[in-house]
């Protein structure tokens, strides 16, 4: 018999049609709803679906006032179960106001001449986050659709034209550092920079999500594990996201993370029954163990190393470096270092 991540709660956030239908990602939408029939699937990460447990905002229901209350229904969740894991996936425009410094998050119930004011901004957001008191808390945004759904549905019309001293990208790194600030907390995003968040050549999902959605069904799992965990995402996603969107678009799309954490689970792997050390266990889709990455988790030149980081401290910064083991070493600055064989 499977059993039920009861303490995992997921507030999906996909802003896909616009109220200011120039504005409008359909792909957001794929993106949420797929990842709740992952995320509920007892088979595979096994939350409770129900409304306790988690929430989907899409389309017309993706407004500002429909956040801010999903926000705070995760704060009372929290409040109430002390084991709680948290989730909250955006996946829609990201603008920056060049001018003031303020970035936005694009609901659906967006004012086009009044961006200030109507928008959802990351300040709002920050707050809200950190209202929830939960140890273990999971951000992931997916952000900077534009190029990816021009180039896919080869729609030249699709390129957004922004206002005036708003620009398209991901969030900044003082959003970043806001939005991690408190216990427990992991940020991710899709990608870096000026980079776009591009889609599969099928449009059926972002390229980012599908390979959430990998990770989520154990695709950086190894024998004998029976949850999915924040590095097992982490390395799936910095390995397989430039892949594909170099194979597919031959462009640079580079996953970001931020995080001062211990390494938790985010869900049950394949129903808690996980993957056996005989290569069992996993049931509708055969789960293939792929070797981790060194993955890039914040700053220029920040490093986790080694084969995994499962039971590790998750550090964030430049010139970091996490091994995993009993006699784990940490290296501030070094130059010239070499591991194991010459």
Not at 4 to 33: C, H, M
Not at 109 to 128: C, G, K, L, V
Request: hydrophobic fraction near 35%.
């Amino acid at each position: 018999m499977n059993q039920t991540f009861n303490n995992g709660y997921a507030l999906l956030i996909g802003v896909g049609e616009s109220a200011y239908p120039r504005w409008s990602l359909p792909v957001t939408v794929k993106d949420t709803q797929a990842i709740k029939s992952v995320l509920t699937n007892p088979n595979i990460c096994a939350y409770p679906n129900s409304d306790n447990n988690i929430r989907l905002l899409y389309d017309s229901t993706a407004t500002r006032s429909a956040i801010v209350n999903g926000l705070g229904w995760l704060k009372a969740q929290a409040a109430n179960d002390p084991e709680a894991t948290v989730i909250v996936y955006y996946s829609g425009h990201g603008w920056l106001d060049q001018s003031t410094g303020q970035y936005y998050l694009i609901q659906h119930d967006i004012e086009p001449f009044d961006i200030p004011n109507s928008a959802f901004s990351a300040q709002n957001f920050t707050e809200a986050l950190q209202q929830i008191k939960s140890k273990r808390l999971l951000v992931l945004i997916d952000c900077c659709h534009g190029e990816g759904m021009a180039t896919a549905k080869d729609d030249e019309n699709i390129h957004i034209k922004l206002p005036q001293s708003l620009m398209q990208t991901f969030p900044p790194e003082s959003v970043l550092d806001s939005l991690k600030q408190g216990e427990g907390r992991a940020v991710f995003t899709s990608s870096r920079g000026q980079q776009k968040s591009w889609i599969l050549k099928d449009n059926s999902l972002s390229i980012y999500t599908h390979h959430l959605i990998e990770a989520l069904k154990g695709a950086a799992n190894r024998p004998g594990d029976t949850t999915v965990k924040v590095s097992n995402l982490m390395n799936h996603l910095a390995k397989c996201v430039p892949e594909t969107a170099q194979a597919m678009y031959k462009v640079e799309q580079k996953p970001f993370f931020d995080t001062v954490t211990e390494d938790f689970a985010v869900s049950l792997l394949l129903g808690g029954k996980g993957i056996s050390v005989d290569g069992e266990g996993a049931t509708e889709d055969k789960v293939t163990a792929v070797p981790n990455q060194g993955v890039n988790v914040s700053g220029s030149r920040s490093n986790t190393a080694g084969r995994d980081i499962n039971d590790s401290i998750i550090t964030s910064g430049d010139d970091n470096s996490v091994q995993k083991g009993n006699h784990n070493v940490i290296i501030k600055k070094a130059r010239d270092v070499s591991f194991g064989k010459n």
